[in-house]
Nanobody, 121 residues
Framework: QVQLVQSGGGLVHTGGSLRLSCVASGTIFTINDMGWFRQAPGKERELVASITNSGSTNYPDSMKGRFTISRDNAKNTVYLQMNSLKPEDTAVYLC???????????????WGQGTQVTVSS
């Protein structure tokens, strides 16, 4: 089993910055992709960013420019740097990790506990 524990988040004014962290622990064979989703009240969960274990990143067009994802493989940690935040960025942010338990397993996704990000106008 893999556990993901998030930190960071909170309340920030428009234009401010926040950094989220997510640490994976437990019985880890390998971690493939890691990333972040967010979900605002009344809206569907949407991808914010993802990163492979070799460092290749992916951002939906709507997230490009203000969000930066990074990871430290030695620490099994993924980060999300959020700049120039807007009220519409207010949501619960969830990290995930694809961590198969063996070399022959398919994808196994684990989720963090979620963290609230609130951007006030």
């Amino acid at each position: 089993q893999v556990q993901l524990v998030q930190s960071g988040g909170g309340l920030v004014h428009t234009g401010g910055s926040l950094r989220l962290s997510c640490v994976a622990s437990g019985t880890i064979f390998t971690i493939n992709d890691m990333g972040w989703f967010r979900q605002a009240p009344g809206k569907e969960r949407e991808l914010v960013a993802s990163i492979t274990n070799s460092g290749s990143t992916n951002y939906p067009d709507s997230m490009k420019g203000r969000f930066t994802i990074s990871r430290d493989n030695a620490k099994n940690t993924v980060y999300l740097q959020m700049n120039s935040l807007k009220p519409e960025d207010t949501a619960v942010y969830l990290c995930y990790a694809d961590s198969p338990s063996t070399a022959y397993s398919g994808s196994q996704f684990y989720w963090g506990q979620g963290t609230q990000v609130t951007v006030s106008s």
